[in-house]
């Protein structure tokens, strides 16, 4: 099966990359990726021999056009993924998210390919720290960031484009990952490499916005279930029951460094900042018969820290300019 995923250089998908190629042999992957600020060909580095890293944008219609004519499988990862980011340039989240789906969209139709469209729990907006509820299919969509209302947006295309033209497509819309090869310019590998750093964790505003963390080869097998079994047209929520206020995350990663639970630092909050996402996975735990298999958060955490730990070639070369970024912004 000739597969085509876009956005392979960054954290999940290629992390996507990495588990197709452990465990589809007969995959021959293609990974066409803009290598943005947030995608490294060194991420793809140990699976080079297996993968053909094509570097071009997924708004360039004729690129799309002849990569998607060669594939029988496209899975969508590509995308400006940082809300803080979009509150700075929303510009390039239009660009990436809404008319670099439209240009894969028309490219599938056109050649009949098979499309899965990964998307974010984000669209559906956030719930009350207090509320019993969590995320299902029928939530309605709620964006609040230019990043997730474009994320929404992206997601609404799929849809019609199965509707109106009988695209052959799926959609996943999974809670916050964390594993190898995430960007530090996220909340979990911020704090690891702070903290690597001998530096403290911080945290935006008091702390207790929730998010519901899965490990990111359980995001992947979810995908793979869907495309080898999920239905035409239908939406599957992603999650693994994670959820976890930042505070905690933070004092974990404090335990694991045996370092003082009260050694962070409160810094600004975020602009609209999202309470709390939470993933009713029902769908897809009782439809395709997936289960998470990183259950133990604790332990996930400490593998991941190792990997940093490990791994700072890979991170470093980022570390001050996204720290700087932040710092002119008092986060
Ligand atoms: P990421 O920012 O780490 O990686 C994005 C990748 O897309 C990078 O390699 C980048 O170079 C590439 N890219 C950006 N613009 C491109 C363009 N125009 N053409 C081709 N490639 C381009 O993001 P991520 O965290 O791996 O997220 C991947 C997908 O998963 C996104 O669609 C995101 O919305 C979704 N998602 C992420 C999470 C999460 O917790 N990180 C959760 C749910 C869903
Ligand atoms: O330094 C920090 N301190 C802090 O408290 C950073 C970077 C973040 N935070 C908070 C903000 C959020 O409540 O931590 C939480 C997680 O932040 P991010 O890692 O920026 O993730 P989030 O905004 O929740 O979005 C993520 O999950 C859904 C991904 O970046 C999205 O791509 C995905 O769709």
Same mark, same amino acid.
């Given at each position: 099966?000739?597969?085509?995923?876009?956005?392979?250089?960054?954290?999940?998908?290629?992390?996507?990359?990495?588990?197709?190629?452990?465990?589809?042999?007969?995959?021959?992957?293609?990974?066409?990726?803009?290598?943005?600020?947030?995608?490294?060909?060194?991420?793809?580095?140990?699976?080079?021999?297996?993968?053909?890293?094509?570097?071009?944008?997924?708004?360039?219609?004729?690129?799309?056009?002849?990569?998607?004519?060669?594939?029988?499988?496209?899975?969508?990862?590509?995308?400006?993924?940082?809300?803080?980011?979009?509150?700075?340039?929303?510009?390039?989240?239009?660009?990436? &998210? +809404?008319?670099?789906?439209? $240009? /894969? @969209? %028309?490219?599938?139709?056109?050649?009949?390919?098979? *499309?899965? #469209?990964?998307?974010?729990?984000?669209?559906?907006?956030?719930?009350?720290?207090?509320?019993?509820?969590?995320?299902?299919?029928?939530?309605?969509?709620?964006?609040?960031?230019?990043?997730?209302?474009?994320?929404?947006?992206?997601?609404?295309?799929?849809?019609?484009?199965?509707?109106?033209?009988?695209?052959?497509?799926?959609?996943?819309?999974?809670?916050?990952?964390?594993?190898?090869?995430?960007?530090?310019?996220?909340?979990?590998?911020?704090?690891?490499?702070?903290?690597?750093?001998?530096?403290?964790?911080?945290?935006?505003?008091?702390?207790?916005?929730?998010?519901?963390?899965?490990?990111?080869?359980?995001?992947?097998?979810?995908?793979?279930?869907?495309?080898?079994?999920?239905?035409?047209?239908?939406?599957?929520?992603?999650?693994?029951?994670?959820?976890?206020? &930042? +505070?905690?995350?933070?004092? $974990? /990663? @404090? %335990?694991?460094?045996?370092?003082?639970?009260?050694? *962070?630092? #409160?810094?600004?909050?975020?602009?609209?900042?999202?309470?709390?996402?939470?993933?009713?996975?029902?769908?897809?735990?009782?439809?395709?018969?997936?289960?998470?298999?990183?259950?133990?958060?604790?332990?996930?955490?400490?593998?991941?820290?190792?990997?940093?730990?490990?791994?700072?070639?890979?991170?470093?070369?980022?570390?001050?300019?996204?720290?700087?970024?932040?710092?002119?912004?008092?986060?």
């Amino acid at each position: 099966m000739r597969v085509l995923v876009t956005g392979g250089a960054g954290f999940i998908g290629a992390n996507f990359v990495h588990q197709t190629v452990r465990e589809r042999p007969d995959a021959e992957v293609t990974v066409l990726d803009a290598l943005t600020y947030a995608g490294d060909r060194g991420s793809l580095a140990p699976v080079a021999d297996r993968v053909t890293l094509v570097e071009g944008s997924i708004t360039d219609g004729p690129l799309v056009d002849r990569l998607v004519g060669e594939s029988d499988l496209v899975v969508h990862f590509a995308a400006e993924s940082h809300n803080d980011n979009s509150l700075d340039d929303p510009s390039p989240f239009v660009q990436t &998210n +809404l008319v670099g789906t439209f $240009t /894969l @969209l %028309e490219a599938v139709r056109k050649h009949g390919v098979r *499309f899965h #469209h990964i998307s974010t729990d984000e669209v559906y907006g956030d719930l009350e720290l207090d509320d019993p509820a969590k995320f299902t299919p029928s939530t309605p969509y709620n964006p609040s960031s230019p990043y997730s209302s474009t994320k929404a947006g992206s997601d609404l295309l799929v849809r019609a484009w199965v509707r109106s033209f009988g695209v052959q497509a799926t959609i996943s819309n999974c809670s916050n990952n964390y594993g190898p090869y995430q960007h530090v310019e996220k909340f979990i590998p911020r704090q690891i490499t702070n903290l690597i750093d001998g530096g403290r964790p911080k945290l935006y505003g008091a702390g207790l916005n929730v998010r519901d963390w899965i490990h990111v080869e359980d995001h992947n097998s979810a995908v793979w279930a869907i495309v080898e079994k999920g239905r035409i047209g239908e939406t599957y929520l992603i999650g693994a029951d994670g959820e976890k206020n &930042n +505070l905690e995350v933070v004092q $974990t /990663l @404090l %335990e694991i460094f045996g370092r003082d639970p009260g050694d *962070f630092e #409160h810094v600004n909050d975020r602009p609209g900042h999202d309470l709390r996402y939470a993933i009713d996975a029902s769908k897809l735990r009782d439809e395709l018969g997936w289960a998470p298999r990183y259950t133990d958060f604790r332990s996930g955490l400490e593998a991941t820290v190792e990997w940093y730990r490990a791994n700072e070639a890979w991170w470093r070369p980022a570390k001050a300019a996204v720290e700087a970024k932040y710092a002119a912004q008092g986060q």
